[in-house]
Structures are given as structure tokens and as C-alpha cells.
């Protein structure tokens, strides 16, 4: 069964474009460590809640926008083992402008618990 990592950060609106340069440059990064979808989806419909809401889970301010990205793996054991050397990858040594607070990232590693397709 696959294994997901999520994530939720705040970008700048205005750094979107830098964003994307970013995800774009990191994905067969991961792709060579193992990793066999990188989705990233920027907050087109991301209302306030009563009690929390992804905002507030990532401190965005007005001038932010929430971005909400997965990646899916083989396993957890490959998603372990691709993690570390995609972490110790020396190409990103050049991504060294982050367009973003990564203080602010939530995330975590997720066991698919149900997968449906319609058709």
C-alpha cells in the first residue's frame, strides 16, 4: 500500500510564481529518492472556520495564501529511506531562497486508509 506525506504552508501571494519554480525544481529530486507523486495545490477556496481552519494551522496572514501539497510513495519504508537521502541530496544545496516560512509548515506521513476511483 502507498504511504502519503501532506503538508500546509503559508506563501506569500506574491511569491507564488516562486513557489512554483521552487515545487517544480524539487519534484524529480524526490522522484530520484523514490517518491511517485508530488502534488501541490495552491488556496483557490480556503474559507475561515468557527473554530480552527488551515489559516489559523499555519498563522497565514492577509497577504498569504495556504498551499496544500502531498506526496505519495511506494511505502512507508520507501518513503523513510527516500526522505533521508532526499535530505542529504547535494542539489539542494541550491534552493537556498525559500519563498516561504518553513517554521510555519505542518505535515506528516499518512497510511492510506481508503482509495477509490470512480469507473
Request: aromatic share 10%; no cysteine.
Given at each position: 500500500?502507498?504511504y502519503?506525506?501532506?503538508?500546509?504552508?503559508?506563501?506569500?501571494?506574491?511569491?507564488?510564481?516562486?513557489?512554483?519554480?521552487?515545487?517544480?525544481?524539487?519534484?524529480?529530486?524526490?522522484?530520484?529518492?523514490?517518491?511517485?507523486?508530488?502534488?501541490?495545490?495552491?488556496?483557490?477556496?480556503?474559507?475561515?472556520?468557527?473554530?480552527?481552519?488551515?489559516?489559523?494551522?499555519?498563522?497565514?496572514?492577509?497577504e498569504?495564501?495556504?498551499?496544500?501539497?502531498?506526496?505519495?510513495?511506494?511505502?512507508?519504508?520507501?518513503?523513510?529511506?527516500?526522505?533521508?537521502?532526499?535530505?542529504?541530496?547535494?542539489?539542494?544545496?541550491?534552493?537556498?531562497?525559500?519563498?516561504?516560512?518553513?517554521?510555519?509548515?505542518?505535515f506528516?506521513?499518512?497510511?492510506?486508509?481508503?482509495?477509490?476511483?470512480?469507473?
Open positions: 500500500m502507498s502519503i506525506d501532506g503538508f500546509v504552508i503559508a506563501v506569500p501571494t506574491a511569491n507564488k510564481e516562486a513557489y512554483r519554480v521552487l515545487a517544480e525544481k524539487a519534484a524529480p529530486i524526490f522522484f530520484d529518492h523514490g517518491a511517485l507523486r508530488l502534488v501541490e495545490n495552491w488556496g483557490d477556496d480556503v474559507p475561515d472556520g468557527k473554530v480552527t481552519d488551515f489559516r489559523r494551522a499555519v498563522q497565514a496572514t492577509p498569504e495564501t495556504v498551499v496544500f501539497s502531498w506526496i505519495e510513495w511506494p511505502s512507508r519504508e520507501a518513503r523513510d529511506a527516500g526522505m533521508k537521502t532526499f535530505m542529504e541530496d547535494p542539489r539542494l544545496n541550491e534552493m537556498t531562497d525559500m519563498p516561504f516560512d518553513g517554521q510555519r509548515m505542518i506528516g506521513g499518512f497510511a492510506p486508509l481508503l482509495d477509490q476511483k470512480k469507473g
